[in-house]
């Protein structure tokens, strides 16, 4: 990862730390709400890939499960594995961050949990209507995610070795 100062104004910008962090903690929140369970932490990885890409983004849907969809939009996921790979470091980043901040914890069995008693992060607070759908699309993510069953049936269906 390169230095901050080194990086260019634009993935300073739209790659930083508490704007990819605000995106998986919305999905890490929402798979513990509606699972009851705390996420998978290799899941961390597949998240921005998908909420980022503006392609990606605007067909994601929970109305349908996670292996159809993909099996439906096979040219949204021909260079999948590139942009997870290329955006690990920045979702590391994020991570670190939500950990520091104690948004998030890491269990004990080493998945990420949002701490019951934590001041939960608004969706709507300064929110433009791109943000709102990243947003709204992490907990999309979060059910399919909940729904596909494990980890590594969900990144064979992205076509991602781990």
Known sequence: MQEWKMRTREIAYLLNPAFCGRILYTTIRAYNEKSHRAFPFPLVYLVLPLVLHKETRAII????HLHIWAQQNPQLLIDFPRRAREL?????EAVEMLLQTRKIILTPSGELEVPPRSKILNREKYTDSEI???L???AHIARWFEDAGKVENIYISLGVRP
């Open 61 to 64: 849907s929970s109305r349908t």
């Open 88 to 92: 690990i470091p920045i979702t590391n």
């Open 132 to 134: 709102a759908e990243c």
């Open 136 to 138: 709204t699309k992490c």
